[in-house]
Nanobody, 121 residues
Framework: QVQLVESGGGLVQPGGSLRLSCAASGSIFSINAMGWYRQAPGKQRELVASITSGGRTNYATSVKGRFTISGDNAKKMVSLQMNSLKPEDMAVYYC???????????????WGQGTQVTVSS
């Protein structure tokens, strides 16, 4: 069984900051990449940022320069520092992990339960 547990969401004023964290646990042999997605009401889930096990990062254009993703493979954790938050950043944020449970099994997508980020004055 693999679990991804997010923490750190909440309410913040426009221009404020939040830090999201996600910890993966369970039977995990290898991590290919971890990342954050978000889904606002009435919209499709979209990639916010991702980081490979080698440290290569990828950001949505809308968050470049404001959000920073970091990962710790040994601890099986990924974090997202969100600065200069805007109302349009408001969404449920989901942690994603591309994980292999055993040698030779290939990578599969695993998801956290989601954490709400509300940006409002």
């Amino acid at each position: 069984q693999v679990q991804l547990v997010e923490s750190g969401g909440g309410l913040v004023q426009p221009g404020g900051s939040l830090r999201l964290s996600c910890a993966a646990s369970g039977s995990i042999f290898s991590i290919n990449a971890m990342g954050w997605y978000r889904q606002a009401p009435g919209k499709q889930r979209e990639l916010v940022a991702s980081i490979t096990s080698g440290g290569r990062t990828n950001y949505a254009t809308s968050v470049k320069g404001r959000f920073t993703i970091s990962g710790d493979n040994a601890k099986k954790m990924v974090s997202l520092q969100m600065n200069s938050l805007k109302p349009e950043d408001m969404a449920v944020y989901y942690c994603n992990g591309q994980l292999a449970r055993r040698y030779g099994s290939g990578y599969s997508d695993y998801w956290g339960q989601g954490t709400q980020v509300t940006v409002s004055s």
